[in-house]
């Protein structure tokens, strides 16, 4: 049996090309050949032979280049860059790495509630300005117990979020593109909401936390008529992509203070342009785009391919297969 030519275009170092190689082999010693690329031409060069793709994206050139591909894995959530019209029209088989990181950002979620509730933006801004913000921050400050959780997107995060947030006391309402009447709540939950459901959980949030993929269906899905409907003094978390909200309406409702805050590790262009006003406002919490990355990340990236390698040599279903006419 010929070896499954593997072209490999998302390590970083040769540590992470290691790691992955040590899982390959685990899961199919002697079974696969291996090409690792550190620039496009070599990825280019490698791509003729390959039957599976290991990487960030797939463009339309590089499926154009790899005329023997069967599957592709992307090692990140979000699928939006890799779906062209003619991945979508293959027979090439994505899947994404989705299921790794929930914990994780469904953490970096409840740390920027907390720190709006607790008011800890304002005691590192006024710390910075070596200002004793006490009485600021005791006439200001809330608990998190009794709000309202909405979720745009149950899907592994958000439900992740949901049982924090309900960890934390807080009631919790979201949105799934499916819904299941038969299927019953977890404890966590006290509605779960299809999309025509969306402009009630926006209305109903404290915290409205964005977890939905960036599709044609959700671009702009908070829309300035849906900031609009917001509670005045409610708080918006995006961790999903900036595209989903409108940043400029968003903006503006924080301008004037009909939003509390906002916290933000995704923004419409990224890196965030050094003349955004975004950096500027005492009302958002930045980060960038790190929710779901942490120093572990190349070894579950590495386990996840491998055992969906595993299974791909067994004819076995695969994990975290996209749909690729919806785009998640």
Not at 1 to 16: D, G, H, L, T
Not at 169 to 194: A, I
Not at 225 to 236: D, L, N, Q, T
Request: net charge neutral; with cysteine; glycine share 8%.
């Amino acid at each position: 049996m010929f070896p499954v030519r593997i072209a490999v275009a998302a390590c970083n170092s040769s540590e992470e090309e290691e790691i992955l190689r040590r899982e390959v082999e685990r899961v199919a010693p002697g079974r696969t050949a291996l090409s690792f690329s550190r620039s496009k031409h070599e990825l280019f060069s490698i791509l003729p032979a390959a039957e599976v793709f290991f990487g960030e994206k797939v463009t339309a050139r590089l499926l154009a280049a790899a005329p023997a591909l069967r599957w592709v894995h992307v090692n990140v959530a979000g699928v939006e860059r890799s779906m062209t019209p003619e991945l979508a029209a293959s027979p090439v088989v994505l899947t994404n790495s989705r299921a790794m990181h929930r914990t994780y950002i469904a953490e970096h979620v409840l740390g920027l509630m907390l720190a709006f509730a607790k008011r800890l933006e304002v005691a590192i801004r006024r710390q910075s300005e070596r200002v004793w913000a006490q009485l600021e921050i005791v006439a200001t400050n809330f608990s998190l117990a009794g709000r309202v959780c909405g979720v745009l997107g149950l899907g592994g995060i958000g439900m992740e979020v949901a049982r924090l947030a309900h960890a934390f006391g807080m009631r919790c309402v979201g949105t799934r593109r499916r819904v299941d009447p038969k299927e019953p709540l977890p404890p966590y939950l006290e509605r779960v909401l299809g999309e025509e459901g969306t402009d009630e959980v926006v209305a109903a949030a404290d915290f409205l936390v964005i977890c939905l993929p960036l599709t044609d269906r959700t671009r702009r899905l908070l829309s300035r008529e849906r900031i609009g409907r917001m509670k005045a003094g409610a708080y918006v978390i995006n961790i999903a992509r900036g595209a989903i909200a409108d940043e400029t309406a968003l903006l503006e409702a924080l301008a004037e203070g009909r939003l509390a805050g906002a916290g933000l590790d995704v923004t419409e262009v990224e890196p965030l342009p050094a003349d955004s006003a975004l950096w500027g406002m005492e009302r958002v919490i930045l980060t960038p785009h790190v929710s779901g990355n942490y120093p572990d990340y190349a070894v579950d990236a590495a386990r996840l391919f491998a055992e969906n390698l595993r299974r791909y040599l067994a004819a076995e279903p695969l994990l975290n297969v996209v749909d690729k006419r919806e785009g998640y």
